[in-house]
């Protein structure tokens, strides 16, 4: 018997019960723990795995948005994919995320939407091409954050937009690039590239060269690849950059893009950010 | 009296009662209608003031989601906003908008997430400058669609990525510039500027120089500015600027900017279109 990847383990649901199709529990992993309650890229691949699991789902995931209203804590929770709409190739999502308080009041910790769909092939053109950038053996040295356990989950190679190493308040733009996977290495799917869309360090902190608390509010993931252009990734690096465009009064935005290894444009996400200061 | 401004009158909506509180009723305007269905510009101001009605609003929109799960035909709608949770400083909504199908059973149209915000003044940067362009004054022929009655509802003034003039598969990008006000003028707020957000005609028009069917399914804004700060604008020009990064297997997405005329960025937005062929 093998056992399963963490990242398998921290995505474990069952079904809640007959009575309550759609709805399934699981619990906050410690493996992905970051400073204040789970890593978000876990939290959004479990709204995207509660859809997967539902018998009624048609196609696969084209757009992904999960909202963040409290933070997770240790312990189980309960989660609800409801397909509200259902059209002839796609298909609409709510997902709702509950979570007992102290006093065994069930809360609302996180509310998503998604679209699925039936892809059929089309005139097709990549954009955006992955930039040229050191490949990920030759990339600089591995980066973990001390005190955020979901970092050693990830490899995670920085090429550019490293992590400041001094605190001086001397950043002068907020783009990053990176190479990634998971750690130990696993087959892509969609959970684990919806996870890998929030990878990113928060831009405050690069833009600022300043540490201040941040925590995303919102992100949204767009996939552009199909399962099977995923399965052909297999367990290699993804190609991550991510870049603010606006940091105002309390919140910031994020656009980040995943590219395969050879160069294809899997995901494209964005997020905003509630920071302090 | 005067008569309210199309897009008030567009966006009217009436309390469904005291035993439904957050439930409103409206109905589709044919002045913004598109070629089918009503402009998803206007849907999406029409959820975002279902939130701003409401009575335990708490700040300011951040973030809004729309998801647009079939084609709202002309008549009657009813919509609900629900705040699903409350912090100290920020609110969590879920918007559903319901319409009878032509066997009088209610059927779900879209669904919205939304983030609000009491925000508070914090070291702040804009790192997207305006690009420099010509003024509105200075800016090409006004854009219509013929046939698409809403893009009358605004005075828009391409300066770059014009629809194409000959629909012969030329197309080298995907960048539309254009200078944006509602017709007649009106003073800006957060549902014009969500609004907006969506006023580029597809971008697999312009990246193709052919047209093919396609559709909004799901967009997402990140407000930047304050009520305060639209107030400033008046109703004088937006500067919008929208690209995509990848057309894949009938979806392709957009990204967009919306600039004041003083070059401040009051909103970002992302878009995932379906497309034919």
């Known amino acids: 018997m093998t056992t399963p990847h963490a990242f398998d383990q921290a995505l474990r649901l069952e079904a809640a019960g007959s009575d309550q199709p759609g709805t399934w529990l699981g619990r906050s992993s410690p493996d992905y723990w970051n400073m204040v309650g789970p890593f978000g890229g876990t939290t ?4 995207l795995r509660a859809i997967l699991l539902h018998p009624a789902l048609l196609g696969e995931p084209v757009a992904l948005t999960v909202n963040y209203a409290a933070a997770l804590a240790e312990g189980p929770f309960s989660v609800r994919a409801t397909p509200v709409r259902t059209n002839r190739s796609t298909q609409h999502w709510t997902v709702e995320l509950t979570q007992d308080d102290a006093n065994g009041e069930a809360g609302v ?17 990549n954009d955006t091409p ?26 995670m190679r920085p090429v550019r937009g490293v992590i ?3 605190w001086d308040g001397s950043g002068v733009d907020s783009l990053t690039q990176l ?3 998971d750690d130990p290495p696993r087959p892509l799917d969609f959970p684990a590239l919806a996870a890998m869309a929030d990878v ?5 902190w690069l833009r600022r060269a300043t540490r201040v608390p941040a925590g995303t509010v919102s992100i949204t993931t767009y996939f552009h690849a199909d399962g099977r252009q995923l399965e052909a990734c297999g367990d290699g690096f993804l190609l991550g950059q991510a870049q603010a465009q606006a940091f ?13 290894e050879a160069g294809l444009l899997l995901a494209t996400s964005t997020q905003v950010v509630y920071y302090k200061e």
Do not use: H, I, K
């Open 164 to 166: 400041p190493q001094a």
């Open 44 to 47: 959004a691949a479990t709204a």
């Open 109 to 125: 910790v996180m509310t998503a939407t998604a679209v699925t769909a039936v892809r059929r092939e089309t005139w097709s053109v």
């Open 248 to 260: 105002r009064n309390g919140f910031f935005d994020q656009s980040a893009q995943l590219w395969s």
């Open 130 to 155: 992955m930039p040229a950038v050191a490949s990920a053996a030759g990339a600089s040295e591995r980066f973990r954050f001390a005190g955020a356990a979901w970092t050693s989950r990830y490899d």
């Open 200 to 204: 990113f360090y928060p831009r405050v």
């Open 179 to 181: 190479w990634v996977r």
